[in-house]
């Protein structure tokens, strides 16, 4: 099964810059953007979530696509 990678496109500055990051770390992945009912979260910060229930928090667009490579390599 595919690793899934959910965005919001309310909450998130610029969703075509963060999908495409997100991409080159993992090609296989597939990212999903919609409304994800995390604006408490969205309007403080970017972010993004792995799998079901995993929620990965930055100030910034990269900075979330740094942590999200390191958890994507804890994983392998």
């Known amino acids: 099964m595919a690793l ?31 409304c994800q009912s995390m604006c408490k979260i969205g309007k403080r910060k970017e972010f993004v979530i792995i799998g079901k229930n995993e929620i990965v928090t930055a100030k910034s667009a990269k900075k979330v696509v740094k942590k999200v490579g390191k958890m994507l390599k804890k994983c392998d």
């Open 4 to 34: 899934t990678l959910r965005i919001c496109h309310k909450c998130t500055d610029n969703v075509k810059k963060l999908k495409k990051q997100l991409g080159k770390l993992e090609p296989t992945a597939k990212i999903c953007v919609g």
